[in-house]
Nanobody, 123 residues
Framework: VQLQASGGGLVQARDSLRVSCTAS????????VAWFRQAPGKERAFVAA????????VYSDSIKGRFTISRDNAEDMVYLQMNSLKPDDTAVYYC?????????????????WGQGTQVTVSS
């Protein structure tokens, strides 16, 4: 299974944007999926995650209350809805998956990664 993130773009501060994660070679419905982001010069950081078995969602403190992770099993997609965007949210956003049901915040816990999608928030 491979994952692919899409939907990034250039938006202004306080705008909303939704990024999507889809799978190829398998179904995303059998994966616990997390979103990570990496800003220029910074480490890749956990954003949010949701289990395939109904656990979660779990959010990082920096985006809690502004971002919502969800999954649509019928569409075989996982989404990250981002509201009230700030320039500090500018980063490449990656989705990652793992087959276990337990949600982890650590990057090393995820063994399926997709190419990221760039989100740029202007002030």
């Amino acid at each position: 299974v491979q994952l692919q993130a899409s939907g990034g773009g250039l938006v202004q501060a306080r705008d909303s944007l939704r990024v999507s994660c889809t799978a190829s070679g398998g179904t995303i419905n059998s994966l616990t999926v997390a979103w990570f982001r990496q800003a220029p010069g910074k480490e890749r950081a956990f954003v949010a995650a949701i289990s395939w078995a109904g656990g979660g969602p779990v959010y990082s403190d920096s985006i809690k209350g502004r971002f919502t992770i969800s999954r649509d099993n019928a569409e075989d997609m996982v989404y990250l809805q981002m509201n009230s965007l700030k320039p500090d949210d500018t980063a490449v956003y990656y989705c990652a998956g793992r087959r276990a049901t337990v949600i982890h915040r650590e990057r090393r816990s995820y063994n399926v990664w997709g190419q990221g999608t760039q989100v740029t928030v202007s002030s």
